[in-house]
């Protein structure tokens, strides 16, 4: 159990870094940047967006069978780690700050990397926090993509585990259960005002 348990936090603590470190990125380029389709990759973000997750479980098995991946922890933090919501989210959030704030910034001698890190990144706190509850959440749940990309019953995380407790040990399977649900709700307990601020400006901001 307890093998299982940290290895599901390894497979979401990884895929959160991921997912906050490229959304960060994608973000501030299709809110304060210009190229080429633009608007035609960001309608293409929403689309993949809107995807059930089990029409996109066949390409990521075609994907990770044809790079050799399948069976291995990269099947399940490669996908996870490009999410299309972590970018809408950021791209949301960041369309919030002035572009004032960075011309003056501009003016001052502040460089990209500085105005990336020292406005832009606090401006974006509580989408950052809402991105990183939510996806800790979404995969430490996961089913459907360990057991069809994680073949080996080893390789599995605890959420698939909890499945093949006896089920005539009740108090195992409740005391396991408890256990399960600690860091999912230590995390959303910690960041709940930041989750409900970032989901609320984000969606409120238009364009």
Same mark, same amino acid.
């Given at each position: 159990y =307890? +093998? %299982?348990f940290w290895r599901s936090l390894f497979l979401c603590a990884v895929i959160v870094a991921g997912q906050v470190v490229l959304s960060v990125f994608a973000g501030l380029g299709f809110a304060k940047y210009a190229f080429p389709g633009k %608007? @035609? $990759?960001f309608f293409l973000l929403l689309v993949v967006m809107v995807l059930p997750l089990q029409v996109t479980l066949v390409p990521n098995y075609l994907v990770s069978d044809f790079l050799g991946l399948l069976n291995t922890r990269w099947a399940i933090i =490669?996908?996870?780690?490009f999410a299309p919501f972590? #970018? @809408? +989210? =950021?791209?949301?959030?960041?369309?919030? /700050?002035?572009?004032? =704030? /960075? *011309?003056?910034a501009k003016l001052d001698g502040a460089g990209e990397w500085h105005i990336f890190w020292n406005i832009c990144l606090p401006q974006c706190r509580s989408a950052l926090y809402s991105i990183a509850i939510l996806v800790f959440i979404d995969y $430490? %749940?996961? #089913? *459907?993509q360990p057991l069809i990309l994680l073949?080996?019953?080893s390789q599995q995380?605890?959420?698939?585990y909890l499945s093949q407790i006896n089920a005539g040990e009740i108090g195992i399977a409740f005391a396991a259960a408890v256990v399960y649900m600690v860091p999912g709700l +230590?995390? @959303? +307990?910690?960041?709940?005002?930041?989750?409900? *601020?970032? /989901?609320t400006y984000a969606g409120s901001v238009k364009g």
């Open positions: =307890l +093998l %299982n %608007n @035609f $990759w =490669l996908p996870g780690a972590s #970018v @809408f +989210l =950021l791209t949301k959030s960041m369309r919030r /700050i002035p572009v004032s =704030l /960075i *011309e003056s $430490w %749940n996961m #089913v *459907e073949p080996d019953a995380p605890l959420s698939v +230590l995390m @959303f +307990l910690h960041g709940e005002a930041y989750l409900v *601020e970032g /989901i």
